[in-house]
């Protein structure tokens, strides 16, 4: 086991791959159908195994996100299906599903039963997903622009309660303007001009709807602060993940607004600014 293991490592190493042997034990662990803390007390693989190992290894050398190889990525405590034609969540976006979550629970605390939250860009459903895990008595709603990712957020949103609409942002749950108490939403925020310098898997596997977003990667942004201010009930919060360079920049887009108060940027567990939160003015 340790030889496979070692050599699939080395090969992930030379090609440039981030995390080698994370990913080596991983997709090892998938194929063998055990959790990957148990690859060293398990049977060596069979040549079958072997040959479907290799062919792995093979793609993943060449950049094909893991998650698309294992057909799954872990959000937060959840488990969700990813693949070709959705965005494969980060681990970063966490952090934004926690304040939502803590945002949800605290509506509840101040004495609403039942509070509503929306997830714009709803991707894979992560963060939606999430939500349904942590906060149960919540009404959730997602909203997800491409037909694609709106198939797996179906399939992961399964059996959650969540209301997952196909549409965009600019017009999506107007029955619900003025009633909702979280919004939350990781939207596309590269800009188009920074081509050559996204990560090479980014770039080639992730949707571009996902990824581009005009000349200054803001014009999601903006049309979330739109959809936002539309939905919220007046001391409504709204959270919005954004690239690590836009922690002045998105900001301002709410400032400028002139219909949100206690506007705040949020770093990551790395340090680098990450996501931004208003409140809804009356």
């Known amino acids: 086991m340790r030889s496979v293991l070692g050599q699939a490592q080395r090969r992930l190493a030379a ?11 991983q997709l090892l ?11 060293l007390v398990t049977d060596s ?14 793609r993943r050398a060449a950049r094909e996100p893991l998650q698309h190889l294992t057909g799954k990525a872990a959000f937060r405590h959840v488990d969700l299906c990813v693949g ?14 926690g304040w939502a979550a803590q945002s949800l629970q605290q509506t509840q605390d ?11 860009c709803t991707g894979s459903g992560a963060i939606a997903a999430a939500l349904a895990d942590e906060v149960p008595s919540a009404r959730l709603h997602a909203v997800e622009l491409s037909p694609r990712a709106y198939g797996y957020a ?12 196909l549409g965009d942002i600019a017009e999506a749950c107007t029955d619900l303007d003025g009633l ?19 990560d090479i ?7 571009a709807v996902a990824l581009w977003s005009g000349a200054d990667g803001l014009d999601a942004i903006r049309a979330v602060e739109r959809a936002g201010a539309r939905l919220l009930r007046p001391g409504g919060v709204l959270g919005c993940e954004h690239a690590d360079v836009q922690g002045e920049s998105v900001p301002a887009i709410f400032r400028a607004a002139q219909r949100w108060s206690d506007v705040r940027d949020h770093v990551d567990l790395n340090g680098r600014p990450r996501f931004t939160t208003a409140r809804r003015r009356p």
């Open 180 to 198: 909702v108490d979280v919004v939350v939403a990781n939207p596309p925020y590269i800009p188009t001009a920074v081509f050559e310098g996204v």
């Open 110 to 120: 101040d004495g609403v039963d039942e509070p509503v939250a929306v997830d714009l």
């Open 154 to 165: 179906e399939h992961n949103l399964r059996d959650t309660g969540v209301d997952i609409r």
């Open 45 to 58: 693989p069979g040549e079958l195994d072997r040959q479907r190992y290799d062919q792995l290894i093979t």
């Open 15 to 25: 090609a440039g791959v981030a995390s080698p042997r994370a990913d080596a034990e």
């Open 29 to 39: 662990a998938h194929v063998l159908g055990v959790a990957r803390g148990r690859l």
């Open 201 to 207: 898997e980014s770039r080639t596997y992730d949707p």
């Open 84 to 97: 070709p034609g959705v965005f494969v969540p980060r681990p970063e976006t966490e952090l934004l599903a």
